[in-house]
């Protein structure tokens, strides 16, 4: 029941009519039984909003696209994540002092570890964009061995030089992704509603790799139709949307997330 005690949660971004976050979280308060509520709120002028959220007192926002980078400008400090990655998906205010936090990293590298180890692993990660930042940061910490492939050479290189990571091609050179243990897709190139391309050849995949494609709609991308037809093991890319949330549900309530709950709430919804 929302009344004078509701507690009120939002995500901020331009567009996010499309995002799952409200369903997801909340059902998992309605599980718990929690007094908060979650909405969406299309946000173009990202100042007067964190403005705004201070003069109200609101205890989070979960923030998206395109202000994911510009946020902690606005903020009173970030965590050690945030600040490295140089984006964040959370702020929390903690009596008046908003923080920044990122569980994108977080909720890519749990997708990914449900199924392997990621220590001494040789991963071909494609983009060098925001999303590609997060995941180097998690892969770099599980101590994998990360080569960029992305379609602009310099963008893969400044990536390099940051994280110290191995080596960059083009993701034209199936030969050398194919050498690889695990493919992360950080690129936007399968997304609705361009669904039918992928971001590399299928001779880049081999049977015994790990293929995850952080797109997630479609659900089954063309990238994991191929893979699952090398008989590679593939990884959805809801999943990181799943972890990632559970990880701020976590931060806001200091509750144990409905893990189960949430993906219900999410997959019926992404369907
Ligand atoms: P995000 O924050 O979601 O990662 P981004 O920072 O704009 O978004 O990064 C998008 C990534 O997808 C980049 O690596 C981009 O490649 P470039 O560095 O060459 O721009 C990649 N990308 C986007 N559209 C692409 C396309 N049609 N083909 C290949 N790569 C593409």
């Not at 799952?20 to 909003?49: C, D, G, I, R, W």
Request: with cysteine.
């Amino acid at each position: 029941m929302i009344n004078a005690n509701t507690k009120i949660c939002c995500i901020i971004g331009n567009p996010v009519g499309h995002s799952l976050s409200p369903q997801m979280h909340n059902a998992a308060f309605t599980e718990l039984s929690l007094n908060y509520v979650f909405t969406a709120l299309k946000v173009t002028h990202l100042k007067k909003a964190v403005e705004a959220f201070r003069t109200l007192g609101l205890p989070a926002v979960v923030v998206t696209v395109p202000h994911k980078m510009d946020i902690l400008k606005y903020v009173d400090g970030a965590d050690e994540s945030a600040a490295k990655i140089g984006a964040a998906n959370l702020i929390i205010n903690r009596n008046g002092r908003l923080t920044a936090y990122n569980t994108d990293w977080t909720g890519a590298l749990k997708s990914l570890k449900e199924i392997t180890d990621l220590k001494g692993k040789k991963v071909a990660l494609l983009g060098a964009g925001g999303a590609a930042r997060a995941l180097v940061f998690g892969l770099k910490k599980e101590g994998s061995l990360v080569s960029v492939f992305n379609r602009t050479r310099s963008h893969a290189s400044q990536l390099k030089e940051e994280f110290c990571l191995e080596e960059v091609f083009s993701l034209t050179d199936s030969a050398k992704i194919s050498e690889n243990d695990i493919i992360v897709n950080t690129t936007s190139v399968g997304m609705e509603p361009d669904d039918k391309v992928s971001p590399i050849a299928d001779e880049s995949i081999r049977s015994s790799q790990i293929v995850f494609d952080i797109v997630y709609t479609p659900h089954m991308t063309k990238l994991l139709s191929d893979a699952k037809k090398k008989g590679a093991a593939i990884v959805h890319g809801y999943k990181m949307v799943l972890y990632g949330g559970t990880g701020i549900f976590e931060q806001i309530t200091g509750k144990r997330a409905p893990v189960r709950v949430m993906e219900e709430a999410l997959l019926k919804n992404l369907k």
